[in-house]
């Protein structure tokens, strides 16, 4: 993990929790940083990239790794490279 990235654990919480806490994390990040999701809720495979798009951050990645979805994020209004 880089100077620039952030993680959030939201392992064992269920929908709307990530969202919910997804959404409180990154309004307190600065533009052009990258939080890094991990979350084990099925539902959120769905509803954070949902919530990712209507708000207007980017999605830089997104994975599996066995029961964990793992989202790269990058908090909206950064400058185009």
Known sequence: MSDHE???D???????LPVIKARKALA???KGRILILEATDPLAEIDIPHFIASEGHRLLAQSREERVFVFHIEVKGASAQ
């Open 6 to 8: 952030e993680r959030l």
């Open 10 to 16: 939201l392992r064992g919480l269920k929908c709307p």
């Open 28 to 30: 307190a990040m600065p």
